[in-house]
T-cell receptor
Framework: GENVEQHPSTLSVQEGDSAVIKCTYS??????FPWYKQELGKGPQLIID?????GEKKDQRIAVTLNKTAKHFSLHITETQPEDSAVYFC??????????????FGKGTKLSVIP | EPEVTQTPSHQVTQMGQEVILRCVPI?????FYWYRQILGQKVEFLVS????????KSEIFDDQFSVERPDGSNFTLKIRSTKLEDSAMYFC????????????FGNGTRLTVT
């Protein structure tokens, strides 16, 4: 089955700096890679996703890159703000015969943005 | 913005007891899921549900687990005889469609088995 590794497990940055979180996956058939942000006491919230036919996607201060050959993808947050502090999860999935998401998650990165 | 809602937020039960975790998916969504997260570990897929039947399930989802959509709005996860190792955060999620629709998660139910 799929295995997703995520690094680092914790990350502290100064407000205004950039943060980068990296993930690798094992199943070359995976073709959907979402990123979730989880704040304390809440469920994971989708912040950005990328599909395997795209190498990069950007949404304001957030960008995701995908290298299919190397089987890794990364989340980039620029101009970090204190409200970006949360746990971030990467995930990978492939289309199943039943048409459902069987997301495999990484272990998460706790991002702290220091004012 | 529509949300997936889960109740209760925290459930404490004794080993061997049955529990039912409840979820109200987003109203026009058609695909429903349960995931769980044991403290300090990864979020893990349990089961997906579409068209009133299970479409996929993981190895974790054994005979002790069942899901049901008893009416047009609720989606439940039942654990028949809880074990200590069932203690985890259980997340319900829903999606409008299949592969091309993003997954929306609820805030979870923390299940503590004593």
């Amino acid at each position: 089955g799929e295995n997703v590794e995520q690094h680092p497990s914790t990350l502290s940055v100064q407000e205004g700096d950039s943060a980068v979180i990296k993930c690798t996956y094992s199943d070359s058939a995976s073709n959907y890679f979402p990123w979730y942000k989880q704040e304390l006491g809440k469920g994971p919230q989708l912040i950005i996703d990328i599909r395997s036919n795209v190498g990069e996607k950007k949404d304001q201060r957030i960008a995701v890159t995908l290298n299919k050959t190397a089987k890794h993808f990364s989340l980039h947050i620029t101009e970090t703000q204190p409200e970006d502090s949360a746990v971030y999860f990467c995930a990978a999935s492939r289309l199943s015969g039943a048409g459902s998401y069987q997301l495999t998650f990484g272990k998460g990165t706790k991002l702290s943005v220091i004012p | 913005e529509p949300e997936v809602t889960q109740t209760p937020s925290h459930q404490v039960t004794q080993m061997g007891q049955e529990v039912i975790l409840r979820c109200v998916p987003i109203s026009n969504h058609l695909y429903f899921y349960w995931y769980r997260q044991i403290l300090g570990q990864k979020v893990e897929f349990l089961v997906s549900f579409y068209n009133n039947e299970i479409s996929e399930k993981s190895e974790i989802f054994d005979d002790q687990f069942s899901v049901e959509r008893p009416d047009g709005s609720n989606f439940t996860l039942k654990i028949r005889s809880t074990k200590l190792e069932d203690s985890a955060m259980y997340f319900c999620a829903s999606a409008f469609g299949s592969y091309n629709s993003p997954l929306h998660f609820g805030n979870g139910t923390r299940l503590t088995v004593t």
